[in-house]
């Protein structure tokens, strides 16, 4: 039985950061670090029959582990023809049965035989599984953390990644970064911790899935009783329903507790049960008391741009009106509060050039200027036409031509940079970035081969700035073009 939510599409405008690294994280570390532990175990296995202990242990381990496992005569036949290799290995990893040994008398009393095993109980110890791994008979909290972070082969890492991915990146959004980040490693702490009180037993546990059953449980307890989407996968059936998140939970914590009763596999049903459990509470509980922030338009659907739009919407329609006292005035407010939108910048745009408005100009060129040069493209060329009015006083004016010169000169827009920069020259002001942009012009116009722009451009650098760098590799360039 599958049923996973399907609410909400991923925005990759706005990718789940926090999601995406802590699927990197789970993937280096089962790569880059646990691909070693095949060497670990050979190494391990080596140390173990080096010291000669599967002689000493071989008998008690069968004994302990036919009585533990309650094996026939056959299966214990079984084991004791296993390959010497394969047998070390299966003796020490045996938690359980390292604990026993410990505690018999004839170890107690033989110091050689502690050394020994404590020397291969050491390589043993480096795999992974075993120095970060959580084993519920013997707490650690590095076991407890590092456990979420191990897998025990790739199709477990795939398995819990693609869960991960599911439901982090709608959490992600709707709880925000480091609420989210929070929540997902305390509620696999608390999967962990539950699967210690409940079954302290001498097995290793790793895997992210506990913390993963807490952002299934967190999603409940976002969504609570709201009716969203879910795809279900039963068998032969597939396809999607809506209903309330909340009814959800008894699905998968029932789910759960059947396969902890069935007993059947090697999953940890206990740090599902508990990732469930503590991931719905600890969302839920303090939602009900106003103590966690939820972004509600997002779970709602709402667009994050329509207050903008709104906004818009209401501007086009002073503008239809033709109230651009008005509209400026809006105009303004909405310039500092959606600064660098350039639908906005548009619109306001006709608006001071209608109106001839310095204050709405020098606002709106401001962050025309700060844009992009590729997303301001059309307006740029649009401003560069615009300003061969004579009667555009305001556009015409030295810093606005300034500006606009290296915006054209960006885009190569090559004519309409030369006549922003001759506005510019006509001006008569010493301007710091002029040579610079006149060099940059020259270089752009060399191609075309026009002598007679290259020779003006020269002719200015030469009387307006004659001690310039720009004005002696200009010379240069023009001989060079000839």
């Known amino acids: 039985m599958l049923i996973v939510p399907a609410e909400h599409p991923l925005d990759w405008k706005k990718p789940p950061q926090i999601t995406l ?46 009585r533990r496992e309650k094996l026939d005569i056959t299966q214990q036949q079984q084991i004791e023809r296993m390959r010497r290799q394969d047998l070390a290995w299966v003796i020490l990893r045996d938690l359980e049965f390292g604990h026993e040994l410990r505690s018999l008398p004839a170890y107690q009393q033989d110091p050689a035989w502690q050394a020994a ?29 590092g456990s979420m972070f191990l897998h025990g082969d790739f199709w477990h890492l795939f398995g819990n990644m693609v869960f991960l991915f599911v439901f982090g990146f709608a959490l992600e959004v709707a709880l925000g970064r480091a609420m989210y980040l929070a929540l997902y490693l305390l509620s696999g702490l608390c999967s962990g911790l539950l699967w210690w009180a409940l079954d302290p037993v001498w097995v290793t546990g790793i895997g992210a899935s506990g913390a993963i059953s807490g952002l299934m449980g967190m999603y409940i307890g976002v969504y609570g009783l709201k009716r969203i989407r879910f795809f279900y996968w039963l068998g032969p059936m597939l396809g999607y329903f809506r209903a309330p998140a909340l009814w959800i939970l008894p699905l998968w914590m029932g789910k759960e507790l059947f396969g902890l009763l069935r007993a059947a596999d090697h999953v940890n049903y206990y740090a599902h049960l508990g990732g469930l459990a503590s991931g719905f509470l600890l969302v839920w509980l303090p939602r009900q008391f106003g103590r966690i922030k939820v972004d509600e338009a997002y779970l709602a659907k709402e667009d994050p741009d329509a207050p903008f ?82 009667d555009q006083r305001l556009l015409r004016h030295p810093q606005v031509q300034l500006h606009l010169l290296q915006k054209l000169l960006q885009m190569s827009d090559t004519q309409r940079a030369l006549a922003a920069w001759r506005r510019v020259a006509r001006s008569g002001q010493q301007l710091a970035q002029l040579p610079q942009l006149t060099l940059q012009l020259a270089k752009q116009l060399g191609p075309q081969r026009d002598s007679r722009v290259l020779a003006e ?14 004005t002696r590799q200009l010379a240069l360039y023009q001989q060079q073009a000839r």
Request: charged fraction near 25%.
């Open 457 to 470: 451009l020269d002719q200015f650098l030469r009387k307006a700035y004659p001690n310039a760098e720009q």
């Open 117 to 145: 095993r404590e020397q291969a109980e050491a390589a043993r110890n480096q795999l992974s599984s075993l120095r970060f791994g959580f084993i519920p008979a013997h707490f650690t909290l590095q076991g407890l953390v």
């Open 21 to 66: 690294l802590l699927i990197l994280l789970n993937c280096l570390i089962f790569f880059f670090y646990q691909g070693g532990d095949d060497a670990r175990q050979q190494h391990a296995v080596d140390v173990y029959l080096q010291q000669d202990l599967l002689g000493h242990e071989r008998p008690l381990f069968a004994e302990s582990f036919a």
């Open 309 to 390: 739009k709104r906004e818009l919407a209401a501007l086009d329609a002073l503008i239809g009106r033709f109230a651009l006292d008005q509209a400026s005035t809006r105009g303004l407010e909405l310039l500092a509060r959606y600064p660098g939108r350039l639908l906005l910048i548009e619109r306001l745009y006709g608006v001071a050039r209608s109106r001839q408005d310095g204050a709405l100009y020098n606002a709106l060129l401001k962050q025309l200027f700060a844009l992009p040069t590729a997303e301001g493209a059309a307006l740029l060329r649009r401003l560069a036409d615009d300003s061969a009015g004579e």
